[in-house]
Nanobody, 124 residues
Framework: QVQLVESGGGLVQAGGSLRLSCAAS????????MGWFRQAPGKERELTAA????????YYVDSIKGRFTISRDNAKNTVYLQMNSLKPEDTGVYYC?????????????????WGQGTQVTVSS
């Protein structure tokens, strides 16, 4: 079992920054590819950013490229999402997810463990 706990969400003005953290406990964190999913109001949850278990490759959805950065610290069992130049359309619940394998998947059902989510609200 892996437990994931997100933190760092909140209310921020457009143009501001937030850093989300996802702390993992349980089985070996470095065995998992990690993803950050976002569920915007009235929309389906989508993969926003992801990182290989080694940290050597990363994925970003087009809408956040150049503004968000995913990283991980396997020694601290934590994955981060640094969000800069935030826009109102970035508003949503952000979920951390772990996939047992080397690389991410775009599919929700490919992930084995999920956090409870953290709310990010960007005001205009």
């Amino acid at each position: 079992q892996v437990q994931l706990v997100e933190s760092g969400g909140g209310l921020v003005q457009a143009g501001g920054s937030l850093r989300l953290s996802c702390a993992a406990s349980g089985r070996t964190f470095s065995s998992y590819a990690m993803g950050w999913f976002r569920q915007a109001p009235g929309k389906e949850r989508e993969l926003t950013a992801a990182i290989r278990r080694s940290g050597t490759m990363k994925y970003y959805v087009d809408s956040i490229k150049g503004r968000f950065t995913i990283s991980r610290d396997n020694a601290k069992n934590t994955v981060y999402l640094q969000m800069n130049s935030l826009k109102p359309e970035d508003t949503g619940v952000y979920y951390c997810a772990a996939r047992d394998g080397s690389i991410w998947s775009l599919r929700e059902d490919a992930y084995d463990y999920w956090g409870q989510g953290t709310q990010v609200t960007v005001s205009s």
